[in-house]
């Protein structure tokens, strides 16, 4: 008797299914009077990524708050990150806004940037800038004093700035892109 060889080809198909970008939105930046026992993330709206969301908050002088919902005291940026059962996360800032405040350009308030005051080095927010950014300092009589153009690094959050050869004072910092800008207020001691 002859060998017999039998050949099969075995097909598995296999359905994958991924759950679509998780996408966060903060909320309104909010204009407040006085900020005290503001609260912030009740507008979120979460789309995509897989549920039951992880929420925690961070404010720009190093504080952390993990839940949804927060009360805040100070004027400045907040920064939401939300992760996924995946741990996949995405990121928005909210804005708590000084409504007194009618100059245009210390409308955004300094709690963002840290340590402020400051005596050189200070960390300023880029997160949500893209491609190069303009760092300009201008004294509060409208005169530039410094200014310098980075690269963003992806997912960098701050960077950090030499600005020691200021005179004690007050500054607007502005940072730009080819899209947004942002204005802050520093103190220089």
């Known amino acids: 008797m002859t060998g017999v060889t039998f050949s099969q080809d075995l097909v598995i198909n296999v359905s994958l299914k991924q759950p679509k970008m998780l996408v966060i939105d903060a909320g309104d930046d909010i204009s407040v009077e006085d900020p005290e026992n503001t609260i912030i993330g009740e507008d979120i709206t979460v789309t995509g990524g897989t549920s039951e969301y992880i929420y925690s908050w961070a404010d720009g002088f190093g504080n952390s708050y993990n839940s949804k919902t927060v009360s805040v005291s100070s ?69 530039e004093v410094f200014k310098l153009n980075i690269k963003i690094i992806p997912d960098e959050s701050y960077r950090e700035v030499d600005l020691e050869d200021l005179a004690d004072g007050v500054y607007h910092i502005i940072l730009e892109d080819a899209r947004s800008r942002k204005t802050f207020k520093i103190v220089m001691e």
């Open 75 to 143: 004027f400045g940026s907040y920064y939401l990150t939300v992760k996924d059962v995946n741990n996949c996360s995405a990121k928005d800032t909210l804005q708590v806004l000084n409504s007194v405040n009618i100059n245009p350009i210390a409308a955004e308030n300094s709690s963002a940037l840290f340590p402020n005051p400051s005596t050189g080095n200070v960390f300023i927010p880029v997160e949500g800038f893209k491609d190069e950014l303009q760092i300009s300092v201008v004294s509060v009589s409208g005169k």
